[in-house]
DNA sequence: GCCAACGTTGGC
DNA sequence: GCCAACGTTGGC
């Protein structure tokens, strides 16, 4: 199994949204970024574990944990005209864009980027670098014991 | 709203 | 295949 962080922005996809959905189940849509689509289409797999992150917003961390649920697949709102996402160039036959579905598995308490920032033991993690844009980073197993062990104080 | 960082585009 | 221009991201 492997660990993951997936960056969201809560004016789109909160973790209060996540969490009152029947299923507290999400579509991973809208990722057009070739290495995040990577992570997802290739080495993501059902039953890994991603830290759940708000970005974008005045108070930018860890909101919550989440979990990878059954087999990626094409992202349906390359086909929507209507969508923001939409793109013209891919087609039902050869998609350009693959996403998985996450589910909750639980709400944790806030942990800014500030304080994430103060721990040496975290000085690599991807989402800490400067110049970070990427919205879906590997966590090593090493900083998910670690972020877990603030969770639980 | 600023702006550094970085990905993508497209002319050559 | 280089690289300047452009667009986007995202913390601050």
Redesign the pocket.
């Known amino acids: 199994m492997k660990y993951w962080l997936m960056?969201s922005?809560p004016s789109d996809v909160s973790i209060d949204y996540l969490s009152q959905l029947p299923k507290q189940t999400i579509e991973w849509y809208g990722v057009?970024?070739?290495?995040a689509r990577n992570f997802m289409r290739d080495l993501m797999n059902d039953g890994d574990l991603a830290i759940f992150?708000?970005?974008?917003?005045?108070e930018?961390g860890v909101y919550g944990i989440v979990k990878v649920e059954g087999a990626v697949h094409p992202d349906s709102y390359q086909f929507d005209p209507g969508s923001k996402y939409y793109d013209a160039s891919s087609t039902t036959t050869n998609p350009r864009w693959w996403c998985v579905d996450v589910k909750l598995v639980k709400k944790t308490k806030y942990i800014?980027?500030?304080e994430l920032?103060k721990y040496q033991e975290l000085s690599e993690m991807q989402?800490l670098?400067?110049?970070?844009?990427?919205?879906i980073t590997p966590v090593t197993k090493t900083e998910w014991e670690f972020i877990s062990n603030l969770l639980q104080n």
Request: hydrophobic content about 15%; overall charge positive.
């Open positions: 960056k922005e057009r970024n070739y290495q992150w708000h970005s974008s917003c005045r930018p800014s980027i500030t920032r989402v670098k400067k110049g970070n844009r990427l919205s």
